[in-house]
């Protein structure tokens, strides 16, 4: 079976506002979802930019189809309020290349968490040419 490596880098969320939100001593992490509803979830980073560099593998029955679905979630440690921050965003595996890392943001309220998409054993060797017949009435 296919397999889809994400790797997770880190985020910068520093254009929140807490304030808003009620967040003091903020603490954040991503849940990333595969086929089958199979779930990672990183380790829990301290502050607005927190840095995780984790990964986990999928194993992706149908890449034209199956999507991964992204969360993010942020604590106050003051207070204790866990809430989800932004909304679940997901992401289409057809036009991934084989081998090849691309880069995916997980875009939140006041920044993104950064994550990379590499499809293992699946996708296109390389990129299609760029149609630009478009051009052609110039």
């Known amino acids: 079976m296919p397999q889809l490596r994400v790797y997770i880098t880190a985020c910068n969320i520093k254009k929140l506002d807490v304030k808003f939100y009620g967040i003091e001593k903020p603490r ?7 086929p089958g509803d199979v779930k ?12 995780w560099e984790e990964e986990t593998f999928f194993t992706i029955a149908d890449p034209a189809t199956e999507k991964i679905e992204a969360e993010f979630f942020i604590k106050c440690e003051k207070n204790g309020v866990e809430q989800q921050l932004g909304d679940k965003q997901s992401f289409a595996l057809n036009k991934l290349l084989k081998d090849k890392a691309t880069y995916k943001g997980l875009v939140v309220p006041g920044g993104k968490a950064d994550m990379m998409f590499t499809a293992i ?9 760029e149609d630009d017949a478009f051009m052609d009435f110039l």
């Not at 954040?28 to 595969?34: H, I, R």
Request: hydrophobic share 35%; net charge negative.
């Open 40 to 51: 990672y979830t990183t380790k829990v980073g301290i502050g607005l930019d927190p840095e």
């Open 28 to 34: 954040a992490w991503v849940t990333v979802t595969g």
């Open 121 to 129: 054993d699946f996708g296109d060797e390389e990129a299609a040419d």
